[in-house]
DNA sequence: AATGCATCCAACCGCTCCGAT
DNA sequence: TATCGGAGCGGTTGGATGCAT
């Protein structure tokens, strides 16, 4: 039942952090050969490591425009601004930032932004999470959820909670657009009225804080 | 100075989707 | 049309580091 019990390949596949040699044989692979079939290109680059471990390397940390380092605040609203009309859907707001994977915006989410959504909400909802569990359970009603459509919602449950209202910060940091090309799909704004709220207070506290 | 706690980030896992056969 | 394999995605975990006590 375990797919691990096949030791005879387990053996040959290594996990955990990569080497700088590891990278330099990616690195030196994908140059002279391109991206490929990630399963053939680990074999034929002579990588004991999965198809997929060289994919997220290359995607997440080798590929020369990744973009590292500390968020702006204008990547920092356009997540928020993404995040809120499609929810977990880290790819897609990868999109709209240039540089950046899923897997930052994804982290950056969960450490940054969901810590003040749990603060905001908790006074007010009382309801969940008084324990204080740390990390992963700001997903009490997530988790359980299948991730297809209900991050979505489970997005939008939140921002309407704190009475999010993007096109406002919209109004106060319109450069943001700039900062990205990638144009925003048409946002439906009946979920969302024009009040300043818990939201603006911490995402700019967010800023300054930061 | 030592210990414990909190946070961050890289990596892995499982699932789903999509294209090829 | 059904099946299989690969790619991609989102969730989760574990180690490293920094900070507070």
Redo the contacts with the bound molecule.
Sequence with gaps: MD?RSCNSQESEV?????TMEEDLILINYIANHGE?????LARSAGLK?T???C???WL??LRPDVR?GNITPEEQLLIMQLHARWG?????IAKHLPGRT???I???W???IQ?HVKQADTPFSGHQNNG?D???QY?DH??NS???SA?IDEGAEHYSSLNINIAHNDHHHNNYNNTSSAPLPPESSTHHESIWSIEDLWSMQLFNGD
């Design positions: 797919k290594r996990k955990g952090p990569w490929g079939v990630w399963n053939s490591r198809g997929k471990s994919r997220l390397r997440n940390y590292r977990n859907r880290w790819s897609k899923d897997n930052e994804k982290n950056f969960r450490t940054k810590k204080s740390h990390n992963q997903h997530g988790a299948s991730h297809t991050g």
